[in-house]
């Protein structure tokens, strides 16, 4: 070891003489300048040097490769975030806006319960007195010898249907064993229920798709004027139509409620865990899809319809086991935490959905302000005089919840569950329908002074004084329109009066029928939808494509996506 170490210092001295001697050949070249030889010589002098200057310098860089200064430099390693000032306030906005969702969420969710609650307590309090007053105007009006005016009104032609339609189906209900049904389905395995439920959940949403169409089908068959050409099958076959259709429906929201009682009932609370692990299971099919307002909209509302037919099925829940427990008030403490467990899951299930629909989307959280005002402003226009629809039906089109179905199902379970005896039950009976009847003009009182407010902010009151729209003039306009254009291109000659005459809109008397139903915005949108784009071929045989304007919230309803593509 020690003779190894000797040899290399004597190596470096060795190396060392000879850069002096070096040095000392190009010292006597620099006094020798005046010879070619001399300036060669000189080169290579310069040369030597340079390659000194980098030898020196890899020696050093080789020395500072060390593993202190490698952990050193990580430690004091610094950056500057404002060379990309814009990426993160995008970042933090994003988070802002996903911690502002679920206050937005909930403000929507709330006012649109309470407006779902009060199309639903229409049908217990106000319809059967408008009912009522229509039957008496009916059979007192040709005593009067009136035969000149209308027996009804429109309105009270579609009340007093919806009254016979409630009747017959509870009527038919009382054929139906909640009891037997109960342990039908009680006898089935865990999987089994599951794939039921499940399937119940999607039947529900197709039979409300196509529920609507039916019952309104029914009021214009039903109210239409009778000058103009028959064109429907009839009142009959329709109100038929209609009653089945209450009546299916409303025994596929038993068979929910039922299953939801197993749930409830069973001892391990498996399918009430498997059922409630449902709702995660939207979030997967739902999150990572493009959404857009319209089509965010439309989910708000389904889930607003969903929220609160989970309520009165939690509602039918607790009545039939207070009535199976002899309505033991300590049952209801044992029932308490599953139901605030199925709807904190419920809750907890629509803001993450929502915060990551708009987080990945790009979607504001004032958007839900925006649906707000949409809701409120079916509310105000449905008050006005010439309103072209009930309530109740503007929101059974908007969000998919008709209300005589449930109010249905909930008559038949109360009526079974509580048993009216005595004087003093009748009068429980009446004060508990005084006390709806002023639960309902409260609530509606409170929704429209909110809705007016919402309108306002939205600055959309200039709508409520605009003529409802037509459905049928628009389409027929378009092609009178087109077939102008393509004679004008032929070098045909147009007739103006003839095409003003096609155009042209008869006015709307009080007494006499309109030409055409006036219809909703959102009702036009589902009927035209060939209307967005428009071709027109000029002289030159080019085409020129006009684009009509994108469709605003008003013209979005329950079920546009199923029938129209949303731009």
């Given at each position: 070891m020690a003779d190894s170490v000797a040899a290399g210092l004597g190596d470096e001295k060795e190396a060392e003489n000879e850069e002096k001697e070096k040095e000392k050949r190009a010292f006597r070249a620099s006094g020798k300048a005046e010879t070619g030889s001399e300036t060669s010589e000189l080169t290579e002098t310069l040369g030597f040097y340079e390659r000194k200057a980098k030898r020196q310098d890899s020696r050093r860089s080789l020395s500072d490769l060390s593993l202190v200064r490698f952990v050193s430099a990580e430690l004091t390693r610094g950056y500057f975030l404002e060379h990309n000032e814009a990426k993160y306030t995008e970042r933090r906005e994003r988070v802002y806006t996903c911690l502002r969702i679920p206050k937005e969420l909930e403000k929507l969710m709330i006012f649109g319960f309470f407006l779902c609650l009060d199309a639903f307590l229409y049908v217990f309090t106000l319809l059967p007195l408008r009912v009522l007053l229509a039957l008496i105007r009916l059979l007192t009006l040709p005593c009067c010898g009136l035969s000149g005016s209308r027996l009804l009104q429109p309105a009270q032609v579609c009340d007093v249907l919806k009254g016979f339609i409630m009747v017959l189906c509870y009527s038919m209900m009382h054929y139906v064993d909640y009891s037997m049904m109960y342990h039908l389905i009680r006898g089935q395995s865990v999987i089994k229920l599951y794939i039921i439920?499940?399937?119940?959940?999607?039947?529900?949403?197709?039979?409300?798709?196509?529920?609507?169409?039916?019952?309104?089908?029914?009021?214009?068959?039903?109210?239409?004027?009778?000058?103009?050409?028959?064109?429907?099958?009839?009142?009959?076959?329709?109100?038929?139509?209609?009653?089945?259709?209450?009546?299916?429906?409303?025994?596929?929201?038993?068979?929910?409620?039922?299953?939801?009682?197993?749930?409830?009932?069973?001892?391990?609370?498996?399918l009430l865990t498997i059922m409630m692990s449902n709702n995660f299971v939207e979030i997967k099919g739902s999150v990572f899809k493009k959404f857009e307002k319209n089509n965010l909209f439309q989910m708000s509302n389904s889930d607003i319809k969903e929220r609160f037919t989970n309520y009165v099925l939690l509602l039918i829940v607790c009545l039939r086991n207070m009535e199976q427990f002899s309505w033991n008030p300590d049952h209801l403490w044992v029932l308490f935490p599953d139901v605030c467990m199925v709807i904190a899951s419920e809750i907890a299930v629509d803001v993450v959905k929502h915060a990551f629909i708009t987080k990945f989307n790009d979607i504001p959280a004032d958007v839900y302000g925006e649906y707000r005002a949409s809701l409120a402003f079916d509310l105000v226009s449905s008050r006005q005089k010439n309103a072209y629809t009930d309530y109740s039906d503007s929101v059974s089109r908007r969000m998919g919840f008709i209300p005589l179905p449930l109010a249905l199902l909930l008559i038949r379970v109360v009526t079974s569950s509580v048993k009216i005896q005595g004087a003093l039950a009748v009068v429980c009976v009446v004060l508990f329908y005084l006390g709806m009847i002023t639960l309902k003009v409260l609530n509606s009182i409170v929704l429209l002074g909110k809705s007016c407010?919402?309108?306002?902010?939205?600055?959309?009151?200039?709508?409520?004084?605009?003529?409802?729209?037509?459905?049928?003039?628009?389409?027929?306009?378009?092609?009178?329109?087109?077939?102008?254009?393509?004679?004008?291109?032929?070098?045909?000659?147009?007739?103006?009066?003839?095409?003003?005459?096609?155009?042209?809109?008869?006015?709307?008397?009080?007494?006499?029928t309109a030409s055409s139903l006036p219809t909703s915005e959102s009702d036009q949108f589902l009927t035209t939808p060939d209307e967005s784009e428009e071709k027109i071929i000029t002289q030159d045989g080019t085409e020129l494509i006009h684009r009509a304007p994108k469709k605003d919230l008003l013209e979005i309803d329950r079920f546009t996506i199923c029938g129209n593509r949303i731009d």
């Open positions: 439920y499940n399937m119940l959940e999607v039947a529900d949403r197709l039979f409300s798709s196509f529920g609507q169409d039916i019952l309104d089908a029914l009021y214009w068959t039903a109210t239409e004027p009778k000058e103009r050409k028959r064109a429907h099958i009839g009142v009959i076959p329709h109100f038929f139509m209609a009653v089945l259709y209450v009546f299916l429906h409303a025994i596929l929201i038993m068979v929910q409620a039922t299953t939801l009682n197993v749930a409830f009932n069973s001892h391990n609370k498996s407010v919402y309108v306002k902010e939205a600055n959309m009151e200039e709508k409520l004084f605009q003529s409802p729209p037509s459905a049928a003039p628009s389409r027929v306009s378009s092609r009178a329109h087109r077939t102008k254009q393509t004679r004008e291109s032929a070098g045909e000659p147009v007739d103006e009066d003839v095409s003003a005459s096609i155009i042209t809109q008869p006015t709307h008397q009080p007494e006499r």
